[in-house]
């Protein structure tokens, strides 16, 4: 077993387990979400317009949802005899919203003491942290998010240091058990930060590192001794393995797995030289990053990014709240999306809610980005990003029939989302709420 | 001190009347108005004269040699209001030496004046103004039980003297959370919410009897109380002259502004207020303001669990008079988005408009002159592109005093250079 085995298996031990566990009894899919959307009739959502986010528009359009999949969408597509069908004239219909940055779960709603578990601040290299042995699956913004027509969200690590930890990605489908609310198979994710919080955090404590010089530093070590642990273990497995193993150290065991390339690397950061210089450490040691979070000023080296194939996750527009956000504009997704780069919209929950989610989107638009590109940076972009592509992000034949249907066109100000399914199961409806949780007495549910 | 009072106010109207002189009318014709106080006027014409509204009408003569601005196809509304927020105190929130928003040094500071503060060259102010926000209340931050006295701004003006309306234009109490926690964790009171009313009731008390001196040797100088700047505010407050904002979530803090605002006989408006959907009937009655707000945050604290989207809809369903704030110095112009969503949430589109124009202009008793678009009032007019609190209506003209504001700011010439870099046109 290579590192990179051994390191995969302790990051997926949990879920290893379980999915070996449902191949043994039969049934891969399970969770109350997923059987009952497998054992139910197909489900016909007739008569909106169809915004699938990837191949334009349909008008008086027909979603067909069957076994918790989109079975077929179209203007004209037979709809089996026994589906359920659901009127749905005059309303929009579009992907489940997908937000790749929120800390939902980890910083449950209201930010009581107790439950925060944002950042373990204390230590500024987390590669060895995961936010799924935190994510709270009661957290009340889960409920909130779907009301507001989100249905996947990746959840991240605070951003107080360099390297937070890594992130979860859940399906809002009100699961107990992480394990059911978790996005079986999507890819590793990484949070990193750079910039002003870790530096301002870590001088306060008075730790290294207190500058970008220190924090630039602190990383290039840290990944030379990443290399000298992988090479360890390499001399080692070669070998005749009968002296006593290496020592293990989770933490490097996580930075040798972004050394492979195997894990998407997620980092705030905000300026030009925050930008500028987690590309030379991406140069310096060969590994890629998935996307820059936040990236205020990522409208000036637009191109580049495009280039590397590096996506932004940005807001529709949130100006000047500290020195590194001084430059931002509300034109910062146009303009990345003019110059070819996957922009997508996220919450930063609690920062702004996940429930508002769609409103990063309308703010896009109203600053000049057109319709559906901005509908391409809560769905299919964000969906990219994250490296579920194939599964959400779009109303597409095949994929998860994760679906909301709006009252109106989902960028206008004045539009609410009605109805929400997630793996062809209705999760909300205006009149009755979540209803996962329907029933179960809690605050704060929508 | 009568006489340094007139003084000081007959300076900043001349300093506010400067800028105008010498400049003609201007007439917006073509357009629809949305007067707010009445009704809908289709291919209407405004004139603006002196800084005021001259005429508005359907069928108007155009006085010669205005200067014309075309509105076909436009839509006019009064100047936008933010009934409260940080504009001019707060510059940068993370940066703390840019935030004069409020004084954790004591729980009664109602000697606190705004004004006293306020940068007139903010650049918040700029980024605020292409939202059609035309003027703010601006008020201390919370934290302290008392935190001080608000002014009134137009977001025009050089200088301090130009842009403020009106000051001081009410007290700010604040009920709940976070006055306990700036204190009680460091073992000073308020510890309680019990705590907190016994000391304002007890501040308020003291402001009784100030008052009662005050008046027993009204025009004898020799035996007037020693000048005490707390008291004074507060007595402003007791004799009605000035309002009294209060800042309460919880169902039960309401009730508390309430009977504090009947054994002091205050003039009460509630603010935040995201629990006040549960008593809009009570408010109704008694006829108590609400200004909300804001509306796009989750909430973070306890005392606003019972916090709702459809809070504005309900209260205006009730009756209950309500305006809009952002409580931000950064995100002012997230407004327009809030009052968007208030609508999506039920608020009826005359009533959402009215939230931010004549509401709080009634609500702070200037309506007299702002708020509407009518015959003699302060020309403050916004033209959009479309309908109020849609997604792609913007502000293209914004006047505020029968001028026409810049609305270019920081991120504008930004994104000019953007533009050019990149070949966007």
């Known amino acids: 077993m290579s590192t990179g085995e051994r390191v995969f298996r302790w990051l997926h031990s949990t879920a290893v387990i379980s999915i070996s566990l449902l191949l043994l009894s039969g049934s891969f899919l399970h969770g109350q979400t997923a059987t009952a959307a497998a054992n139910g009739r197909p489900i016909a959502i007739k008569g909106a317009t169809v915004l699938t986010a990837t191949h334009g528009s349909i008008e008086n359009g027909t979603v067909l949802l069957e076994n918790g999949k989109i079975k077929a969408v179209g203007a004209q597509i037979p709809v089996p005899a026994n589906a359920k069908i659901v009127d749905a004239k005059g309303k929009f219909i579009t992907p489940g919203l997908v937000n790749p940055h929120s800390h939902t779960g980890i910083y449950p709603l209201l930010g009581l003491q107790g439950n925060v578990d944002l950042s373990e601040a204390n230590s500024n290299i987390n590669s060895n942290i995961r936010s799924m042995d935190a994510v709270d699956t009661s957290d009340p913004e889960i409920a909130r998010a779907v009301s507001g027509g989100v249905t996947t969200l990746q959840t991240l690590p605070g951003s107080d240091n360099n390297i937070g930890g890594f992130t979860t990605v859940i399906k809002l489908n009100g699961a107990q058990s992480i394990e059911e609310a978790r996005f079986q198979g999507a890819p590793l994710g990484m949070k990193w930060a750079w910039g002003e919080n870790p530096k301002v955090q870590h001088a306060g404590k008075g730790t ?102 590096i996506g932004v996750v940005t807001f529709g527009d949130y100006w000047g709240y500290k020195i590194e956000a001084w430059d931002a504009i509300p034109q910062n997704a146009y303009v990345l999306w003019k110059s070819g780069v996957a922009v997508s919209m996220h919450t930063d929950s609690p920062v702004m809610e996940d429930r508002d989610y769609r409103l990063q989107a309308s703010i896009a638009n109203h600053y000049g980005m057109p319709d559906e590109a901005s509908l391409q940076t809560v769905t299919i972009n ?50 009755d709420g979540f209803l996962p949780w329907k029933g179960s007495p809690s605050f704060l549910h929508p | 001190m009568i006489q340094k009072i007139t003084a000081v106010i007959g300076c900043l109207v001349l300093a506010a009347a400067l800028p105008l002189w010498g400049q003609g009318p201007i007439a917006i014709s073509g357009a629809r108005v949305l007067t707010v106080s009445q009704g809908v006027i289709e291919n209407g014409t405004i004139v603006v004269e002196g800084g005021k509204i001259a005429a508005v009408g359907s069928d108007l003569k155009i006085p010669a040699g205005a200067q014309i601005i075309d509105g076909r196809g436009k839509v006019v509304i009064p100047g936008m209001f933010d009934a409260g927020n940080q504009l001019g105190l707060v510059e940068i929130p993370f940066e703390e030496v ?33 939202a059609g926000i035309a003027n703010a209340v601006v008020t201390p931050a919370g934290g302290n039980l008392i935190s001080g006295q608000s002014a009134l701004i137009q977001l025009n003006g050089d200088s301090t003297a130009e ?68 008291m004074e505010s507060l007595v402003s407050a007791l004799n009605r002259e000035i309002p009294v904002v209060v800042r309460a979530n919880r169902l039960g803090d309401i ?32 006829d108590i303001p609400v200004i909300l707000g804001p509306l796009l945050q989750a909430p973070s604290r306890i005392e606003a669990v019972d916090s709702r989207l459809d809070n504005a809809a309900l209260l205006h369903k009730a009756g209950v008079t309500i305006a809009i704030q952002t409580s931000s110095s950064n995100g002012v112009r997230d407004l327009w988005f809030a009052v968007g969503y208030a609508i999506a949430n039920g608020l009826p589109d005359a009533a959402a408009l009215q939230a931010v124009t004549l509401n709080p202009a009634r609500i702070f008793g200037v309506d007299d002159r702002l708020g509407s678009i009518e015959v003699g009032k302060s020309a403050n007019l916004v033209i959009l592109d479309g309908e109020p609190f849609r997604v792609k209506t913007h502000a293209t003209t914004l006047l505020i005093g029968g001028r026409v504001v810049d609305l270019s700011n920081h991120q504008t010439e930004l994104y000019e250079v953007v533009r050019k870099k990149y070949g966007i046109n």
């Open chain 2, 98 to 130: 840019t935030d004069d928003s409020t004084e954790y040094t004591d729980p009664i500071h109602p000697e606190l004046r705004v004004v006293d503060a306020l940068n007139a060259r903010s650049r918040n102010i700029r980024i605020a103004r292409p």
């Open chain 2, 255 to 286: 009730e508390s502004a309430i009977r504090l605002a009947d054994e002091f006989k205050l003039r009460l408006i509630l603010a935040d207020a995201t629990s006040a959907w549960r008593i809009a009937g009570e408010l109704r009655r008694r």
């Open chain 2, 163 to 230: 842009m403020v309306v009106k000051t001081p234009l009410a007290l700010h109490v604040n009920l709940g959370e976070e006055s306990k926690e700036t204190y009680g964790n460091s073992d000073k009171s308020p510890k309680t919410r019990m705590g907190a009313m016994a000391m304002l009731r007890q501040v308020f008390m003291k402001a009784q009897r100030y008052k009662v001196m005050l008046d027993s040797t009204a025009g004898n100088r020799n035996e007037a109380p020693t000048r005490d700047l707390k």
């Open chain 1, 208 to 309: 290294h590192p207190s500058t970008l010089m220190g924090e630039a530093a602190m990383l290039r070590q840290r990944f030379i001794n990443a290399q000298r642990y992988a090479a360890k273990w390499q001399e080692w497995e070669a070998g005749d393995r009968k002296s006593v193993a290496p020592e293990r150290d989770l933490e490097m065991e996580g930075l040798v797995q972004v050394l492979a390339g195997k894990v998407r690397v997620h980092v705030h950061a905000y300026q030009m030289n925050h930008f500028e210089a987690l590309l030379r450490l991406s140069d310096e040691f060969k590994f890629p990053i998935a996307a820059i979070h936040h990236a205020l000023q990522a409208y000036e080296i637009a191109p580049e990014l495009a280039r590397r194939n």
């Open chain 1, 382 to 431: 964000a969906a990219k990003i994250l490296g579920i592509e194939n599964r959400v992000g779009s109303i597409e034949v095949g994929k998860d029939a994760d679906l909301v249907i709006w009252s109106g066109n989902p960028l206008e100000l004045t539009t609410r989302a009605e109805r929400v399914y997630i793996d062809g199961k209705l999760v909300y409806t205006l009149n």
